[in-house]
């Protein structure tokens, strides 16, 4: 049973989120993109690079991208250019692109990695049979951010679900689209998800001239 906030031990007892930075993370900006990369590519972690990059063009959550499998990435011996996953939350199918440097680092790692079509991408190192945990993913991205020089709590694994996602919305102005690539169902739920705000859309009204 709960204290009452009258309770005088209420008071004595720290919020759960004291100190912590809580809401939406912030999208990585293009130049934190090609910054990690760096430091993946010059520590030589051929697996981190491999993740990074399909998380940044897949836009999945950690949830997806850790179970991702090989069968669902590559077509013969080429990484295909689009590929489509169900999505753990939502039960429906959910279309991405790979780009040239998502589906080279995804090869090179995949040929040091081995394996069958029916392993997953990113093996456990507890269970080579299953794929890393969503903690052990989140600690990943919490490292790469830490070591290009951003505070870490400002960021998480939305972060890399966003970055794309946010340049798309900031060039074109089409939420529709960005909804369809996130997999939402609802275009509210991507309103909210990108932090869409009326200075947004005075900006997008801003550059349309009648």
């Not at 790979?98 to 680092?105: F, L």
Request: with cysteine.
């Amino acid at each position: 049973m709960g204290l009452s906030e009258y309770d005088p031990a209420f008071r004595e007892r720290p919020p759960w989120n004291a100190g912590v930075m809580v809401g939406p993370k912030r999208p990585l900006k293009p130049r934190d993109v090609w910054a990690i990369r760096f430091f993946l590519d010059e520590h030589r972690r051929i697996r981190d690079r491999a993740l990074f990059d399909f998380a940044i063009d897949s836009k999945l959550r950690g949830c997806d991208i850790v179970k991702i499998k090989i069968s669902d990435l590559v077509s013969g011996a080429a990484i295909r250019n689009r590929a489509t996953v169900i999505q753990q939350k939502t039960g429906r199918p959910v279309q991405f692109e790979m780009m040239t440097d998502c589906r080279a680092s995804l090869l090179k790692w995949l040929e040091r990695r081995g394996g069958s079509i029916h392993d997953h991408v990113f093996p456990s190192r507890v269970d080579y049979l299953g794929h890393i945990s969503t903690r052990q993913y989140a600690r990943l991205v919490d490292e790469w951010v830490t070591a290009i020089g951003l505070d870490s709590r400002e960021y998480g694994t939305h972060s890399l679900r966003r970055t794309k996602a946010s340049m798309i919305y900031k060039a074109t102005g089409n939420l529709r689209a960005v909804q369809i690539l996130l997999g939402h169902s609802k275009i509210e739920n991507t309103v909210r998800y990108l932090g869409v705000d009326i200075d947004d859309a005075l900006v997008l009204a801003e550059r349309t001239e009648i």
